[in-house]
Nanobody, 131 residues
Framework: QVQLQESGGGSVQSGGSLRLSCAAS????????MGWFRQAPGKEREGVAT???????TYVDSVKGRFTISQDNAKNILYLQMNALKPDDTGMYYC?????????????????????????RGQGTQVTVSS
């Protein structure tokens, strides 16, 4: 069973920075598709960033150039560095993980982009950005 625990959330002013961490147990990050999604009050879940088993990253357009997803495989920790934060970034941030999917008829595996629907997720950490 994969267990994920986020930390690092808090309250900052617009333009500030935060670094979220996600510690995993029961798995090795390098074997899983990993990512972050967020949910603001009254809004749907939104995928923020993903990192696949080859270290390739993706970001939602609204955070490109401001957020960076990374992982420390030795420590089994996933990070989300968030800079130049805006009030629209406010929400509960969740770490998520699932095994990559096999491509039929090949030896390749791929990660789904829909990180907000990954099989495993943590309890979330709150990020509040004030103007």
């Amino acid at each position: 069973q994969v267990q994920l625990q986020e930390s690092g959330g808090g309250s900052v002013q617009s333009g500030g920075s935060l670094r979220l961490s996600c510690a995993a147990s029961g798995t090795t990050y390098s074997n899983y598709c990993m990512g972050w999604f967020r949910q603001a009050p009254g809004k749907e879940r939104e995928g923020v960033a993903t990192i696949d088993t080859n270290g390739i990253t993706t970001y939602v357009d609204s955070v490109k150039g401001r957020f960076t997803i990374s992982q420390d495989n030795a420590k089994n920790i996933l990070y989300l560095q968030m800079n130049a934060l805006k009030p629209d970034d406010t929400g509960m941030y969740y770490c998520a993980a699932e095994r990559p999917w096999e491509v039929a008829g090949t030896t390749r595996t791929v990660c789904r982009p829909e990180v907000n629907t990954y099989k495993f997720r943590g309890q979330g950490t709150q990020v509040t950005v004030s103007s």
